[in-house]
Structure formats: C-alpha cells, structure tokens
C-alpha cells in the first residue's frame, strides 16, 4: 500500500472533519399517550411499545 510522504498537519485533519455535525435526534408521538419519544424504543412516559405494554412506569 502506498506510505503518505508526510505527515499531516491538525490545521489539514480539521479542516477535512468540519463537515462532520452532530444530527438532531427525529421524535415523534407516542400513540398511546402522546409524549414525544425516539422511533423504535419503549415510550418512557408510559411503557408501551407497538400497542403493547413492555415496561411498567411507576408514576412518582
């Protein structure tokens, strides 16, 4: 493979990564309570998951 003939500088490394961005998270709607929650994952306001109850919230 080839060998880089230099090394490369940080101000280079940096300016070749300033388009890495952190993405904002999509939320959406619980359908069974209506909190806002990450797609795919338990509601954390009610336990439930596809219409079925997965985790019991102890309401505090």
Same mark, same amino acid.
């Given at each position: 493979?080839?060998?880089?003939k230099?090394?490369?500088?940080?101000?280079k490394?940096?300016?070749?990564?300033?388009h890495?961005?952190?993405?904002?998270t999509?939320l959406t709607t619980c359908?069974?309570?209506?909190?806002?929650?990450?797609?795919?994952?338990?509601?954390?306001?009610?336990? @439930? @998951?596809?219409?079925?109850?997965?985790l019991?919230?102890?309401?505090?």
């Amino acid at each position: 493979m080839a060998q880089p003939k230099k090394k490369t500088t940080n101000s280079k490394q940096w300016s070749r990564r300033a388009h890495w961005k952190a993405k904002v998270t999509n939320l959406t709607t619980c359908s069974n309570c209506g909190a806002k929650m990450i797609p795919h994952t338990v509601c954390a306001a009610c336990g @439930y @998951y596809k219409g079925e109850q997965i985790l019991k919230v102890v309401q505090a």
